[in-house]
């Protein structure tokens, strides 16, 4: 079986932004070889602009490919697709016929350690995948940067090769979308901004920048417009697109309060002029969707935004991009290479992220919510933006308070549609529900 005739990742979706489309993309894996094709065809066959993903299993993000070729041949279901366990054959026969031109595919994976995945991806035909040395090391591992950023390094040269077979490779840098909530968007417009930079210093040519809805549209939308024109001064000469992922902490559980949040990050995107979409499904705050689920999400945010006008500039200027300037500039100053730039700049806690508990991490920084629902800093620790913030909360999150601030979202869409709901049924049913919600640890997957 010959190598599959691709496409470009980033030439695709830069030719649908420059028709009005907006690229919607699902979270979409499973380990049998023929249900990830099955999974494949329902998303190019979606009422919508769509490209494809396969997302690995956990066994291969942390490079344990024996424990996955294990389970592979035990017949025993993974929560992603083996790609390294899988042969490469069978790998090109998931994408036989499905991928192409028309329809290319991206591998997700989270390791901070991806040579054997990029590998494995090139082999296959492959061209297009996503992480960072940062993003997909701090929040997900204990692996120290230091094993992180060289990994990284190779990995990115080695999908550069792929650009000898006359295809682009593409990689989207996750610096938008660290720790999913409560990092205020400087620090996340900056991290994408700073692994786009490491990608290009190592042979990529083109990139995606990542930034996750947080819990104000208009707070979002000025982090994009500044990440745009961080973008555009930092990464002159390569191609480049913005990426908008639907909110990533704890999800809605009505159906209702999930489409809803769905929707306004589809507009958000529009609002931005950012060219891709990574959405989510009703199910996502108590289990993992469906292939039918994440199709309905598709075509509800390629429906949402084709009734969204763009709007550029209409932002308020709180200084979101002031800050991001100022933490990218104090990376790239450290040294000439970004590699270890960042590492400096984490041991300096330069760049801090605030709850997370990496050993790398400074963990001085902090996070609130405002009274209008913004994310704000309460403590910037060592970070060089002092001057920068133009609003730091004085007081301390306490336990009750972080879990209050982690359900913000939740409570604000699903309230609204229980409302809906509690207004439109008749008065006699108007009765208390005897059901109670579902406990903590029924929930199978919250981001």
């Known amino acids: 079986m010959s190598l599959p005739s691709t ?38 066959a979606a009422a919508a602009t769509t490209v494809g993903t396969i997302t690995l299993d956990s066994y291969t993000r942390v490079g344990d490919n024996l424990s996955a070729s294990a389970a592979l ?29 028309d329809f290319p595919v991206q591998v997700r994976h989270g390791s901070p350690l ?13 061209h ?25 390094a190779l990995s990115c040269e080695l999908l550069a090769e792929v650009r000898e077979t006359g295809v682009e490779p593409h990689l989207e840098s996750f610096g938008g979308c660290m720790m999913g909530q409560l990092c205020p968007p400087g620090l996340l417009v900056a991290l994408s901004v700073l692994e786009c930079m490491f990608f290009r210093q190592h042979g990529i040519r083109s990139v995606s920048l990542s930034y996750a809805q947080q819990t104000d549209p208009d707070q979002d939308a000025e982090a994009i417009l500044a990440m745009r024109r961080l973008a555009a001064k930092w990464l002159p000469d390569i191609d480049w697109h913005v990426v908008v992922y639907t909110y990533m902490g704890v999800y809605p559980r009505t159906p ?34 469906t292939f039918a689920e994440n ?18 500039g209409d932002v308020e200027d709180t200084g979101i991009h002031a800050e991001a300037s100022a933490l990218v500039e104090a990376v790239v100053n450290l040294d000439p290479d970004l590699g270890t730039a ?52 004085a007081g301390k999150l306490t336990a009750m308070g972080l879990l209050s ?29 005897s059901k109670p919600p579902p406990r903590p640890d029924e929930l199978t997957r919250t981001n």
């Not at 991806?114 to 492959?126: E, H, M, N, V, Y």
């Not at 609204?416 to 439109?424: F, G, R």
């Open 114 to 126: 991806p040579a054997a995945i990029i590998r494995s991806l090139a082999a296959a035909g492959l």
């Open 73 to 101: 041949a035990a017949g025993i279901e993974l929560n992603g697709y083996p790609i390294v366990a899988h042969d490469v054959s069978t790998t090109r026969a998931v994408l036989d016929g499905v991928v192409g031109a």
């Open 128 to 152: 297009a995948t996503e992480g960072g040395p940062v993003s997909y090391c701090l929040p997900y591992s204990r692996a120290p940067l230091t094993e992180s950023i060289p990994n990284w």
């Open 256 to 289: 209702e309060g999930a489409s809803r949040l769905l929707e306004e990050a589809a507009r958000l995107a529009v609002r931005t002029a950012s060219a891709r979409l990574i959405v989510k499904t009703v199910a996502e705050g108590y289990r993992i969707p």
């Open 295 to 312: 199709v309905a999400a598709l075509e509800t945010a390629a429906a949402a935004a084709a009734r969204c006008t763009r709007i550029i």
């Open 342 to 393: 960042l590492e400096i700049a984490f041991r300096r806690g330069y760049l801090d992220v605030p709850y997370c508990l990496h050993p790398d991490n400074a963990g001085k920084a902090r996070s609130y919510l405002d009274d209008q629902g913004r994310l704000q800093w309460s403590s910037v620790g060592s970070m060089p933006i002092h001057e920068s913030v133009r609003r730091t909360g």
């Open 7 to 44: 496409g470009s990742f980033g030439d695709f979706v830069t030719r649908a932004q420059q028709a009005g489309r907006l690229v919607v993309q699902p979270r979409m894996g499973v380990s049998d070889a023929a249900s990830m094709r099955l999974g494949l065809q329902h998303t190019k």
């Open 405 to 433: 601030t982690l359900s913000y979202i939740e409570r604000k869409f699903d309230s609204a549609s229980l409302e809906q709901e509690y207004q439109a049924a008749p008065a006699t049913e108007h009765l208390p529900d």
